[in-house]
């Protein structure tokens, strides 16, 4: 990332202020302030230069509710980058829902299947059905 996309990121936030909280001595958890959602290509630019820092990047949301569901989303991408073979620093959950869903959350990775397939996730002896 040059200095210029660097600045260009910065003014996004609009005078805004990031949270940041250092949860443990490797942890920064940091929630920005904005509107849109970061693209995943230019924090990987970043990041590219540092070793040992990886990022989750959790959904946008707006209210109380809209924080905490993020925080969570943030938190099930977190778990992907902490394995040991995962093959990136930085892992968006709008990119990676699918995964998160499966490897986590059994039951609401069957219902991520119903909702994509309708019907077709029903079709039994079908190869690829859902049953």
Same mark, same amino acid.
């Given at each position: 990332?040059?200095?210029?996309?660097?600045?260009?990121?910065?003014?996004?936030?609009?005078?805004?202020?990031p949270?940041?909280?250092?949860?443990?001595?490797?942890?920064?958890?940091?929630?920005?302030?904005?509107?849109?959602?970061?693209?995943?290509?230019?924090?990987?630019?970043?990041?590219?230069?540092?070793?040992?820092?990886?990022?989750?990047?959790?959904?946008t949301?707006?209210?109380?509710?809209?924080?905490?569901?993020?925080?969570? /989303?943030?938190?099930? /991408?977190?778990?992907?980058?902490?394995?040991?073979?995962a093959?990136?620093?930085? $892992?968006?959950?709008?990119?990676?829902?699918?995964?998160?869903?499966?490897?986590?959350?059994?039951?609401?990775?069957?219902?991520?299947?119903?909702?994509?397939?309708?019907?077709? $996730?029903?079709?039994?002896?079908?190869?690829?059905? $859902?049953?």
């Amino acid at each position: 990332m040059s200095s210029i996309d660097g600045i260009a990121s910065v003014r996004a936030f609009k005078g805004r202020r990031p949270l940041s909280v250092l949860t443990d001595p490797t942890t920064l958890w940091t929630w920005l302030p904005g509107i849109g959602h970061p693209d995943p290509a230019l924090v990987q630019a970043g990041v590219d230069r540092f070793n040992h820092i990886y990022v989750a990047i959790g959904t946008t949301a707006h209210g109380l509710d809209g924080f905490r569901y993020s925080h969570r /989303t943030v938190q099930e /991408t977190r778990r992907l980058l902490e394995s040991p073979v995962a093959p990136h620093r930085v $892992a968006d959950y709008d990119l990676t829902q699918g995964v998160v869903l499966a490897s986590q959350r059994i039951k609401a990775a069957h219902h991520l299947v119903q909702r994509m397939l309708g019907p077709v $996730a029903h079709e039994p002896g079908r190869r690829g059905s $859902a049953q």
